[in-house]
């Protein structure tokens, strides 16, 4: 089955095949984008400017700066990934790199019947290069082969959600500021075996 993410081996020796269903391995070369699971040890800083990065409009107003601010922000990621982590303790929690260079984070929980995007973020240099759209693909290829729905909660206002509308996600709910999307596969047409 083709894939354009390619999944690097851990340290460990565990693919990513070996969590919970995870990406499938097939690399279009072409591509250069690779997962590997976070290692909390050495992808912190990283992961804290994807976070940032990601809330820059959020994180402007505020009234301080240098070290105070910086603070805020990492607590502010750090609750952030423990409740992720505590609320989701099979989600697979990969770095996205690009050409072997990091770029982004990918979370994703495979559940009872879907395939749930918890978050997909990549750094400024890296986003509107088909990166997410790429990534997005490969788990609804994944959710269509195995009848599964994918879903995700996207920030009302959030640019991304273009990228979901254009992929076929609908809206299924809503929990405070955020939209609950859900794509599910085509109907087997009438008579095919599946």
Do not use: K
Request: aromatic content about 8%; hydrophobic content about 40%.
């Amino acid at each position: 089955m083709p894939s354009s993410v390619r999944c690097v081996e851990a340290s460990s020796g565990l693919s990513a095949h070996d969590h919970t269903g995870a990406f499938r391995a097939a690399a279009r070369s072409r591509s250069g984008i690779a997962l590997r699971p976070v290692d909390p040890e050495t992808d912190t800083e990283l992961l804290v400017a994807v976070y940032t990065s990601t809330r820059a409009a959020e994180f402007a107003p505020l009234p301080w700066s240098g070290e105070r601010r910086d603070e805020f922000i990492r607590t502010r990621y750090g609750a952030e990934d423990r409740y992720w982590r505590e609320q989701r303790p099979m989600a697979r929690f990969d770095l996205i790199l690009i050409d072997d260079e990091p770029a982004g984070r990918i979370y994703v929980d495979r559940l009872d019947g879907e395939i749930r995007i918890i978050d997909i973020a990549l750094l400024p240099a890296f986003r509107g290069r088909g990166v997410g759209t790429a990534l997005v693909l490969d788990l609804l290829e994944e959710a269509s082969a195995e009848a599964l729905a994918v879903t995700i909660h996207v920030a009302q206002g959030n640019g991304a959600r273009t990228l979901y509308d254009r992929l076929g996600f609908q809206q299924a709910g809503t929990a405070g500021v955020y939209d609950l999307l859900e794509w599910r596969p085509p109907a087997p047409a009438s008579g095919s075996v599946r």
